[in-house]
Nanobody
C-alpha cells in the first residue's frame, strides 16, 4: 500500500526551527516529485516546496513566502523527504502535508497533480 507519513510537527516560538520528515513506502518514489503543502484554518491549501529528479539533475522550488527560511531535501535512498524550517513566523502555522506525483518542473506548485498524500502534521508558531 502506497503511503506517506509525516512527522516532526509541534509548537515552536517565533524565530525557532523545526524539521519535518515524510517517509514514503509501498511504491518506488525515487523518480517521483515530492512536495510539501500546508493549510491553515479557513485558508486554501498552499504550496510550500517541492523537489524533483530527472537522471542526476535535481530541481527544487519554494514558495516566495518561505524562500530563504525553509529547505527541502531528500535522503540518499530517496525514501524520506525533509523540510527544514528556520526563522518560523506565526503565519507559518498550519497543517503540513507531503505529497508525491509525476509532476512537471513548471507546475511543481500545483496540488492537483500530486496523487499520493500524507495525513499531515500540525505546526504551530506561537509565543
Amino acid at each position: 500500500q502506497e503511503q506517506l507519513v509525516e512527522s516532526g510537527g509541534g509548537l515552536v516560538q517565533p524565530g525557532g526551527s523545526l524539521r519535518l520528515s515524510c517517509a514514503a513506502s509501498g511504491r518506488t518514489f525515487s523518480t517521483y516529485t515530492m512536495g510539501w503543502f500546508r493549510q491553515a484554518p479557513g485558508k486554501e491549501r498552499e504550496f510550500v516546496a517541492a523537489i524533483s529528479w530527472s537522471g542526476s539533475a535535481q530541481t527544487i522550488k519554494y514558495a516566495d513566502s518561505v524562500k530563504g527560511r525553509f529547505t527541502i531535501s531528500r535522503d540518499t535512498t530517496k525514501t524520506t523527504v525533509y523540510l527544514q524550517m528556520n526563522r518560523l513566523k506565526p503565519e507559518d502555522t498550519a497543517v503540513y502535508c507531503c505529497a508525491a506525483g509525476r509532476v512537471g518542473y513548471s507546475v511543481l506548485h500545483a496540488p492537483y497533480l500530486y496523487d499520493t498524500w500524507g495525513q499531515g502534521t500540525q505546526v504551530t508558531v506561537s509565543s
